[in-house]
């Protein structure tokens, strides 16, 4: 029989039968490792059991944001919890959709997002942690996100809405790749508010820089009061010096609540009957400007009042009269003031006739001769409030010194109604207390005093920020808000080196309540509350604990 190829492998060992057993090197290391591996194990288990916070950044992607940090050890406050129910084959391989199954509604309860999305948009967008993401560390911010987060979508907007989409189809970055600012465009929507700031801005609010035929301080506290002349005097100034304004003198980021120079204007507008937190609101953060309104501001110089009148052989003295009061109702205001003057004096009334006296007819009284002479004082009123206005310079009038349609457009009975404009760039944020570094004429040149006729100052003024016309807006943004080392040219033709100032999406847009810019996440809107409008919220514990916010019933 001839002899087995295995015979002669195991005659190899015919001497060391228990080589198997030998403990070379290479065993050895497997053996090592393998304790090695087991110790890590029981080690990690043990120290989740005692310490779980200090472990749990191990089964994470990060600490939590410092907003989240209560949540640390508690992923079932904002990941979705999975019963043994939901478990299936499909979900052990999609481990990610399963992490980016949030309930951020729990706590958020901000408006919708876009209506105008299509399927695809409103299953992206439902979806939280697809543009804010967490794990990032405590000083990560869960809304200053990454330009794509943004351009995303906006990169190719019309892919993303069910309709046309309202806005610029394709944004993809601000300094080379941005449409101009929109909302400064009036074309559609023109000024209804007469005012020149030339002529304000001028000393005396005259119409040239000498202020020849401007208002002295003496003569503000003539047509109104001493205080309002003091609320507009500088440092140094007489009472017979000019007025001077400044863009500080309308223009305020804080009402002053609680200043010596509130409690005078608070004063003066208790006199017109105007509650003080009407126009001047307490306190503002100091993005935007307080609203300016003919109360606060205007009065002063321009006192509202109807002028005297002669009722027979008597003047009649004038009367303050309150400003927004439509003209339908201005007649019944004007002739309540009258009526109070004529009734000032006290007329004799006859005694009637006693009974069985004389027959003699009794001496009629003289309210036919009030009621005349009130509808004939009214009258001669309202012609001069609501006269149409004979400054209209499209067609060469005279410019109109008083009444309504000094400011105000309109014709007859109708007076156009101003738009709150404190807010111009409605889809975006600006904070001008963060850039009081630069004068306001570099962002709106024409606001400083100059020349002026009279015909070209009873017009609503343009709007004087700088791009109005063209896309400039954007480059004078960009001057700043571009990258470091930026090459830019300034309006006198100098080249300086520019940028380094955050330009991101989310330095100036808003994505959630963006039509809303007035209203932060402060306002009634962002509460969660049940179908009867009752205020829905949780206690401490849930809170910390992550509950939801109780639901409807």
Known sequence: MPRSPARDLSDRYEKNRGYFRNRDPFWRGKMILSGIALGFVVLWAAADVVKPKLTAYGHTHGRLAGVHAAYDDNCAACHAEYKPSDFSFGNLLKPRDRWHDLTCNKCHSGPEHHRTLNDAGKKY?????????????????????????????????????????????????????????????????????????????NPGAAYAPDGSGGLTLDQVAKLSSADAAKRYQKPGQKGTDLVQLDCASCHKLDSGAGTEAFDQLKDQLDKFGQPAKSVQPLRGDGAYFQPVNFEAHCRACHPLGAFDGKAGEK?????????????????????????????????????????????????????????????????????RLLRPNPGDTEKGGAVSSEGCFKCHTGTGQKIEPVEDRTVWFRHAKFNHA????????????????????????????????????????????????????????????????????????????RYHHGDLPLQGRGSATYDPVDKNGKLKANSLADWLKGVPVPKDK
Not at 190 to 201: D, E, G, I, Y
Not at 440 to 454: Q, Y
Not at 474 to 501: F, R, W
């Open 125 to 201: 967008h439902d979806t939280c942690s697809n543009c804010h993401h967490d794990h990032e560390g405590r000083l990560n911010s869960l809304v200053r996100l990454n330009d794509a987060d943004c351009t995303k979508c906006h990169a190719e907007l019309s892919k993303w809405t069910a309709t046309k989409p309202a806005y610029e189809e394709r944004v993809t970055n601000f300094v080379t790749n941005h449409p101009p600012f929109r909302s400064l465009d009036i074309t559609n929507k023109p000024r209804t508010l007469k005012f020149s700031h030339a002529v304000h801005m």
């Open 315 to 383: 003047v009649v003295p004038g009367f303050d009269l309150p400003h927004r009061v439509a003209p339908k109702a201005l007649e019944e205001v004007v002739k309540a003031g009258y009526l109070r003057s004529l009734l000032r004096e006290p007329k004799e009334v006859p005694k009637a006739n006693d009974p069985g006296g004389p027959l003699e007819k009794r001496p009629e009284l003289a309210a036919g001769s009030l009621t005349a002479d009130l509808n004939a004082l009214s009258a001669r009123e309202l012609a």
């Open 434 to 509: 963060s850039h009081r570094g630069a004068s306001c004429a570099t962002c709106h040149p024409g606001t400083e005093g100059r020349s002026i006729s009279r015909q070209d100052a009873d017009k609503p003024e343009p709007v004087l920020i700088k791009g109005a016309a063209t896309n400039d807006t954007k480059s004078l943004c960009a001057t700043c808000h571009s990258p470091s080392g930026t090459n830019v040219t300034l309006d006198d033709g100098t080249n300086v080196t520019g940028g380094g100032v955050r330009h991101a999406c989310t330095d100036c847009h």
